[in-house]
C-alpha cells in the first residue's frame, strides 16, 4: 500500500466517513472506495456488503484475489449527565475502543476533577451536539433523568437513527418522556427504539454496575443483525 | 491519565505516525480466519524496521512469525500472505492453540 493510500484512509476516518480500502493481494496495490463513491464502481455489490457488515470481504475477479476492508467511522458515545455512572462508564467505555464525551450543564457534576479521562462539556446538549451532529455510528446513553437535560438530544439520536439510544428513569418517568415525544412529533417506530429502563438487566445495583449493563447494552446494539442501517 | 494513554492505540494512526517519522512500516492483516480464531479478518499489526509493532492479528500467537517476517518484506518490498493454524506438533511453537487458522497478508507501506 502506497502511504498516499493510507493518509488518505486516514482523512476520511477522520472526517467520520466510512471508506472500503481494495487491495489486491498478489501484488499489495491498493485503492481505496469512498462511501459516497460505490454506487458507480464495478465492486459495488461486495463493497456494500463489507460497508453494512462492517466485516471484510474476499473477492475473486478476473483473476485476481482481492480483499475489501470497511472503515467504519469510531464509535462514538454521548452520556448526557456528568453522574456518578458517567464516572465508570467512561473510562469503560474508552478502553473497550469507544470515543467517549460526557455532556451536562449543571456544573456543580461536569468538573475535570470528576471525569479526567475523557472528554467533559459543561454545556447544553443542544449547544455541543451542533457543533458535532450525531450519526449513525453514534450511541447516546441519556442518564440524568432531568427532561430539561435529557430530552432533546434522546430526540435528537432518534431523528439521527443513532444505533443506541438509552434513557435512565424508572417506568414511570419513562411513561412521562414518551408522551413527551410524541407530543414533539416522533413516531411509535422512533420511540420503541428508546432502551428503557436502561442497560440489560444484570440487576445492576451499584453506579459501576449499571454502566456495565449500559455498555453491555451498547455492544449488543451495535453487534446486532438488526441494528438500524445494518440491512439497508 | 489522558483519553489517549487509557483507549487502545489505533494500529493504522500509530503507522501514519511512524511514516511521517520516517520509518520503514508494515502492515500485517488478517485476511481470512477458519475455526476459532481470537481476532477477525481486517485486524491489523504494524511493525517498523526495527521490530516495534502495535495491533496484533491474533492473541499473541504468530506476532512474533509476523514481525520476524515483516524485516523480510520490508527488505524485499514485496507482499507475502502467511498461514498460521494448529496443524502439526509445531502448534505450541508457531501457532494458534485455540485450534483455529488465519491467513495473514503482510506488506511494506511504501
Same mark, same amino acid.
Given at each position: 500500500m502506497h502511504p498516499a493510500i493510507l493518509q488518505q484512509l486516514q482523512a476520511e476516518r477522520q472526517a467520520r466517513r466510512a471508506a472500503v480500502l481494495v487491495t489486491d493481494l498478489a501484488t499489495g496495490l491498493a485503492e481505496l472506495v469512498r462511501d459516497a463513491d460505490r454506487a458507480g464502481h464495478p465492486l459495488s455489490e461486495p463493497l456494500s456488503k463489507a460497508l453494512? $457488515? /462492517? %466485516?471484510? #470481504?474476499? #473477492? =475473486?475477479q478476473e483473476g485476481r484475489s482481492l480483499f475489501l476492508n470497511p472503515y467504519l467511522p469510531p464509535l462514538r458515545i454521548v452520556v448526557i449527565g456528568a453522574v456518578h455512572i458517567s464516572q465508570a462508564l467512561a473510562p469503560m467505555a474508552a478502553l473497550a475502543g469507544f470515543s467517549v464525551e460526557i455532556i451536562d450543564p449543571r456544573t456543580a457534576f461536569a468538573t475535570p476533577d470528576r471525569f479526567s479521562t475523557v472528554r467533559l462539556y459543561p454545556d447544553w446538549p443542544e449547544a455541543v451536539l451542533q457543533e458535532e451532529p450525531l450519526d449513525r455510528y453514534c450511541a447516546v446513553a441519556a442518564l440524568t433523568h432531568d427532561p430539561k437535560i435529557d430530552d432533546w438530544p434522546i430526540e435528537a439520536a432518534l431523528?439521527? =437513527?443513532c444505533f443506541y439510544v438509552g434513557a435512565l428513569g424508572s417506568r414511570k418517568t419513562h411513561g412521562k418522556r414518551l408522551e413527551r415525544l410524541r407530543s %414533539?412529533?416522533?413516531?411509535? @417506530?422512533?420511540? =420503541?427504539? +428508546?432502551? *428503557?429502563p436502561i442497560g440489560l438487566p444484570i440487576r445492576a445495583s451499584s453506579p459501576a454496575e449499571i454502566a456495565v449493563a449500559v455498555l453491555a447494552e451498547i +455492544? *449488543? *446494539?451495535w453487534r446486532s443483525p438488526e441494528r438500524a442501517g445494518a440491512s439497508t | 491519565m489522558s483519553e489517549a494513554a487509557i483507549a487502545m492505540a489505533d494500529p493504522l494512526e500509530v503507522a501514519?505516525?511512524?511514516? $511521517? =517519522?520516517g520509518r520503514q512500516v508494515a502492515l500485517a492483516t488478517v485476511i481470512e480466519t477458519w475455526g476459532s480464531a481470537p481476532r477477525p479478518a481486517? $485486524?491489523?499489526? #504494524?511493525? @517498523? /524496521? @526495527?521490530g516495534h509493532f502495535e495491533g496484533s492479528v491474533s492473541g499473541g500467537c504468530v506476532e512474533g512469525a509476523v514481525i520476524a517476517e515483516a524485516i523480510d518484506v520490508l527488505q524485499s518490498g514485496m507482499p507475502r500472505l502467511l498461514e498460521f493454524g494448529v496443524a502439526d506438533e509445531t502448534a505450541w511453537r508457531v501457532g494458534l492453540s485455540c485450534g483455529g487458522r488465519i491467513a495473514v497478508f503482510l506488506e511494506p507501506v511504501a
Open positions: 453494512q $457488515s /462492517g %466485516a471484510p #470481504v474476499n #473477492v =475473486e431523528r439521527a =437513527e %414533539a412529533g416522533l413516531t411509535d @417506530d422512533h420511540l =420503541e427504539r +428508546i432502551r *428503557a +455492544i *449488543a *446494539a | 501514519a505516525r511512524w511514516i $511521517s =517519522e481486517g $485486524s491489523h499489526l #504494524v511493525i @517498523d /524496521g @526495527d
